[in-house]
């Protein structure tokens, strides 16, 4: 899924769970879930490939997926907890950068095991209901949070 739906997701489970070492777990765990859901994402081909020269329009994409959402939560939750919670969620795609970036054993391991996790994407569905997903789970989580 695109970061910002990690991302919001991550920002609710911050909101409701108040012992920090669980929040920051769930919130890393919640990744590989919301993966499982069929979704689309948008290409970051070059940056995969190592084409650095050509992969500065994917960095822009991902700066502002990236960005742009823990702008909204830290401005809808007013929570500076909420918004360090939240970013745990995005750490299994920053272990897959590190990846690209420096590839060994564990890496590629991990890689191995966040692709496995989007076993049903594959499965035969609208377009359109795989950005819907992604959607319906940054606005009902953005709602929960506020
Ligand atoms: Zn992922």
């Known amino acids: 899924m695109i970061l910002a739906a990690h991302l919001f997701l991550g920002a609710l489970i911050?909101?409701?769970v108040k012992s920090l070492p669980i929040a920051i777990l769930l919130s890393f765990l919640s990744h590989y879930v919301l993966d499982i859901i069929p979704h689309t994402e948008y290409s970051i081909e070059k940056i995969k490939s190592r084409d650095w020269k050509n992969s500065i329009p994917e960095f822009l994409k991902v700066s502002i997926d990236l960005l742009a959402p823990l702008a909204f939560i830290l401005f809808l939750s007013m929570d500076l907890r909420i918004?360090?919670?939240?970013?745990?969620?995005?750490?299994?795609?920053?272990?897959?950068?590190?990846?690209?970036?420096?590839?060994?054993?564990?890496?590629?391991?991990?890689?191995?095991?966040?692709?496995?996790?989007?076993?049903?994407?594959h499965i035969k569905m609208p377009h359109f209901l795989r950005w819907a997903s992604q959607i319906v789970v940054i606005l009902v989580s953005a709602y929960l949070i506020y």
């Open 14 to 16: 911050g909101t409701a």
């Open 83 to 121: 918004t360090f919670v939240s970013l745990f969620s995005i750490i299994p795609d920053g272990l897959d950068f590190l990846g690209i970036l420096f590839p060994n054993r564990l890496t590629q391991q991990h890689r191995a095991f966040h692709q496995k996790i989007h076993f049903l994407k």
